[in-house]
């Protein structure tokens, strides 16, 4: 047995965790499709999981059954598994799509005047994370390093050849700022002061294009008056980056409480 | 096949004081024919602990609420898939809501913005859900966690409620990934005799 590769069997309770990604992952996969052990082991680990899951139950929000009853009946459901497909049980369902940015790429020279400002924001945060968790736990300080690197996705944009900042005021209050890079077709988007909002509402950035409206993901909760940063990818000729304050759990189509609209 | 009481999976929230109601392996399968009304019945049940286990792992509220939401679509859509000859209803259900929690948190990771929600979410912890109502259930939950040792207890609950890797794990902890795994095996072999979920 090579270093550094376990003996599958012992990744069980990884596996039920989801604690296994990548190659991990895909090696237990194929030891679990021959081991009814661990089938039976992983099955009752889920109960287990399950458990630790509803030790944590809190009140839903208001209305989030709601907007699920209105999306089932517009959703197609999936036909009974075939013998195949049940054998895989518990299968992993495919995994979701975000707006993930553009491909990390090694951080070159920071090339534009605006640039030291957004990146000190992003290099703000990560050493403020590293003091936090210095004081809270001495031995997790470490790891700030390697977070450090996963900021790539939003540097790769901050530091793209053809990267253009543009910024709008938000009419309720607040500016916004975005770094786009036309040919990556991706955008990094952030605000400082922003109303707060009550909880019944939730910040939604939109893309708005001739194409049609999509959705680009709800804004976090602000910290310190910052919000972001927020990457939307896949950028379409002729689009609008639009900020809209929605229903909590967000919409289908941009509200008319459109607060922020920004020509790409 | 395993525990399917719904009872027995009640959150027991002040929320949700109709939770219990028919056997959700039962909505499941009504639910697979299209029926809203079970699924309406399905959401009373799963709201609860679907958005409470969400909101741990995912923290901020609003993207709390968008992956719940996908969570219950996905329940709607899959329903055909759950087999109650594998397992509890609620052990499928919890299964969807924490990979989907998982791939929000870990997208989320390799961002910057990651840094302040894994720092916020190093200082107030705590192994069990601080700010809900204590309940019998959870106290269990909370008792069969403090049986375990100190190393299976961290390695479980980082993996399960802050979504990183056993790889992860053993970086933060500063302890080689094999013990790691082991001690996430051996944790749940003690939490599941504890919890007496055993088949």
Same mark, same amino acid.
């Given at each position: #047995? ?29 030891? !679990? ?17 399950? &458990? ?11 209305? !989030? ?11 197609? *459901? ?38 030291? &400002? !957004? ?65 990556? &077709? ?31 993901? #709800?804004?976090?909760?602000?910290? *310190? ?27 289908? *189509? ?11 | ?17 109709? /939770? ?17 009304? /079970? ?10 602990? $679907? ?5 741990? =792992? ?11 939401? %996908? ?7 899959? @329903? ?14 919890? =299964?969807?809501?924490?990979?989907? /929690? ?10 910057? %913005? ?7 979410? =190093?200082?107030?912890?705590?192994? $069990?859900?601080?700010?809900? %109502? ?42 080689? @990934? ?22």
């Amino acid at each position: #047995m090579r270093a550094g590769r376990p003996e599958p069997h012992t990744l069980a309770g990884a596996y039920a965790l989801d604690a296994l990604a990548g190659a991990d992952l895909a090696r237990f996969e194929r030891h !679990l499709a021959r081991c009814e052990h661990c089938a039976r082991e992983i099955s009752e680990f889920r109960e287990v999981t399950a &458990r630790l899951a509803t030790a944590a139950a809190a009140e839903p929000p208001p209305g !989030l059954t709601g907007r699920a009853l209105a999306a089932a009946a517009r959703t197609r *459901q999936l036909p009974p598994a075939t013998r195949k497909d049940a054998a895989r049980w518990p299968a992993r369902h495919p995994a979701r799509t975000r707006p993930a940015g553009s491909r990390s790429r090694a951080a070159g020279l920071l090339r534009r005047a605006w640039v030291p &400002r !957004l990146a000190l924001a992003v290099a703000a945060a990560a050493t403020a994370a590293a003091v936090l968790l210095g004081v809270a736990a001495g031995t997790a300080a470490h790891r700030i390093d390697e977070q450090q690197l996963r900021g790539h996705a939003i540097m790769a944009v901050l530091t793209a050849p053809d990267a253009t900042m543009l910024s709008g005021r938000v009419t309720t209050g607040g500016t916004a700022t975005i770094v786009m890079s036309r040919r990556q &077709r991706v955008l990094v988007f952030a605000a400082a002061g922003l109303r707060p909002l009550p909880s019944s509402k939730c910040y939604e950035l939109w893309l708005m294009g001739p194409g049609g409206d999509r959705a680009a993901g #709800m804004l976090p909760d602000p910290r *310190q008056g910052m919000t972001g940063p927020v990457i939307a990818s896949d950028l379409k000729a002729g689009d609008h980056l639009g900020l809209a304050v929605e229903p909590a759990g967000g919409a289908r *189509q941009p509200g008319t409480t459109v607060i922020l609209v920004i020509p790409l | 096949m395993g525990i399917s009481d719904g009872h027995l999976w009640s959150p027991r929230c002040p929320a949700c004081p109709d /939770a219990p109601g028919i056997d959700l392996a039962v909505l499941l399968g009504q639910v697979a024919r299209g029926d809203q009304d /079970a699924f309406e019945a399905v959401c009373r049940q799963i709201a609860a602990p $679907v958005f409470g286990a969400i909101r741990r =792992m995912v923290r901020d509220r609003c993207q709390s609420e968008e992956v719940a939401q %996908e969570v219950l679509i996905d329940v709607w859509r899959s @329903a055909s898939r759950f087999d109650a000859g594998r397992g509890s209803a609620m052990a499928w259900v919890m =299964m969807i809501a924490h990979r989907r /929690a998982v791939d929000r948190v870990r997208s989320e990771q390799r961002s910057a %913005e990651r840094e302040l929600r894994a720092a916020s979410a =190093m200082i107030p912890y705590d192994d $069990v859900a601080e700010t809900v %109502e204590a309940s019998l259930d959870r106290e269990r939950v909370r008792r069969c966690l403090g049986s375990l040792t100190e190393l299976q207890r961290q390695a479980v609950t980082l993996a399960y409620y802050q979504g990183y890797t056993y790889r992860q794990v053993a970086g933060l902890l500063g302890v080689a @990934a094999g013990t790691v795994n082991t001690r996430m095996r051996d944790g749940l072999i003690r939490l599941r005799d504890c919890l007496e979920v055993g088949r």
